[in-house]
């Protein structure tokens, strides 16, 4: 059964501080990995996105990981600010890439003063 | 970038009404949509899948007749929630697909439509 696993569940840290959020996935065949952040209330806003042969992609203060051996990925957050307190959601592409998204259940971050 | 925009962001109505949700790829061209459903600190639920100009394929479990999905051109997908109930109040997402992003099926979505059914 194709699965997005997501840890920890949530996630409390002070400002300024990194972070790193675990993704591990079963879908088979794979085509690609998304992070999404979602604000409470909004749609998910697109990170990074990483193809099979991707290790490493960042976005400003994002950095995202993919080891498609092992079929985990992480995003590292550094200097953490108020403003990346949301949901971070891992999501896999399976097949052909023209198939349905696979979520995990994300990873609620705060970022606390 | 690529900008999804959804109709209306939030809406109230009374049980037994119908409700419409307009999602628009406002800068690309969209062959296929996703409406998705949203519960409370839970994940996004897919729903149905939309193809412009044919019918939707709808998720198991998901009723098609109270949940009617219209995707008439390439940048308009349209989700009309019938007869409403109080059970069908949630955070409602699209998404839409470019169709000249490739491989990647790049998907964007859109900001949600908050229903509170009364």
């Known amino acids: 059964k194709n699965q997005v696993e997501q840890s920890p569940q949530s996630l409390i840290i002070l400002e300024g501080k990194n972070c790193t959020l675990q993704?591990?996935?079963?879908?088979?065949?794979?085509?690609?990995l998304r992070w999404y952040k979602q604000d409470t209330g909004r749609g998910p806003v697109s990170l990074t996105i990483?193809?099979?042969?991707?290790n490493t992609k960042s976005n400003g203060r994002y950095t995202a990981t993919l080891d498609a051996d092992t079929k985990q990925s992480s995003l590292h957050i550094t200097a953490s600010q108020l403003s990346d307190s949301a949901s971070y959601i891992c999501v896999v592409t399976g097949g052909s890439g023209n198939t349905p998204l696979v979520f995990g259940k994300g990873t609620r971050l705060s970022v606390i003063a | 970038g690529a900008v999804v925009s959804q109709h209306p962001s939030w809406v109230i109505c009374k049980s037994g009404t119908s409700v419409k949700i307009e999602c628009r790829s406002l800068?690309?061209?969209?062959?296929?949509m996703f409406w998705y459903r949203q519960f409370p600190k839970q994940s996004l639920m897919l729903m149905a899948t939309s193809n412009e100009g044919s019918k939707a394929t709808y998720e198991q479990g998901v009723e098609k007749d109270k949940f009617l999905i219209n995707h008439a051109s390439l940048t308009l997908s349209t989700l009309t929630v019938t007869s409403a109930h109080p059970e069908d109040s949630s955070f409602y997402i699209c998404s839409a697909r470019d169709q000249a992003s490739g491989s990647l099926y790049e998907q964007y979505f859109g900001p949600g439509t908050r229903l509170t059914v009364t």
């Open positions: 800068d690309f061209q969209a062959t296929t």
């Open positions: 990483m193809t099979f042969s991707e």
């Open positions: 993704c591990n996935y079963t879908v088979s065949p794979f085509s690609n």
